[in-house]
């Protein structure tokens, strides 16, 4: 845990400096400590069973091992996907809200919904006027041939154009 809170306090310090200057940051400070682990790991997985807990989370360790690494191969990746999960936890807290919908065409609609605002902020995407403007396309006989066109990452009116 200690070698892990390292490579978080390296991560930190180098958060805002280009991609090129993460990555050799990186390659002379989080490799070794990477290494370490490696060997560390290595080591300690020959000694419990596979079946403890122990030797279920070193094998699970083991297993992604590659993309654990991912991070120290392009200055551009963050060292987790935090920002991510952040990102998509409404997506997934109103899918969890669909289940209770009282029917599926009820969950249906909702999950639509759902992805239509969700898509409007991952797009910067004023979703009142989107809406508006998406409804009124419609009333007005936008084909249906050319629904791409009505994608919230289609819509002109961006806030951060």
Not at 21 to 43: E, H, K
Not at 70 to 97: H, M, S, Y
Not at 132 to 156: D, K
């Amino acid at each position: 845990m200690k070698r892990i809170g390292e490579l978080y306090r390296i991560d930190a310090e180098l958060r805002g400096l280009s991609a090129e200057a993460r990555f050799t940051a990186r390659q002379l400070r989080s490799v070794p400590l990477i290494a370490s682990m490696r060997t560390w790991l290595t080591q300690h997985r020959a000694r419990p069973t596979d079946k403890s807990a122990l030797g279920k989370a070193l094998a699970y360790v083991a297993k992604y091992w590659d993309g654990l690494c991912t991070f120290l191969t392009d200055g551009r990746i963050e060292i987790d996907n935090n920002a991510v999960e952040r990102t998509i936890r409404p997506i997934a807290l109103n899918r969890k809200n669909a289940l209770f919908a009282g029917h599926d065409a009820g969950a249906e609609n909702w999950a639509t919904i759902a992805s239509l605002i969700e898509s409007c902020k991952l797009n910067a995407v004023d979703l009142f006027a989107y809406l508006s403007a998406t409804f009124t396309a419609i009333v007005n006989g936008h084909r249906q041939s050319r629904v791409n066109e009505l994608m919230p990452w289609n819509y002109a009116g961006r806030t951060s154009d």
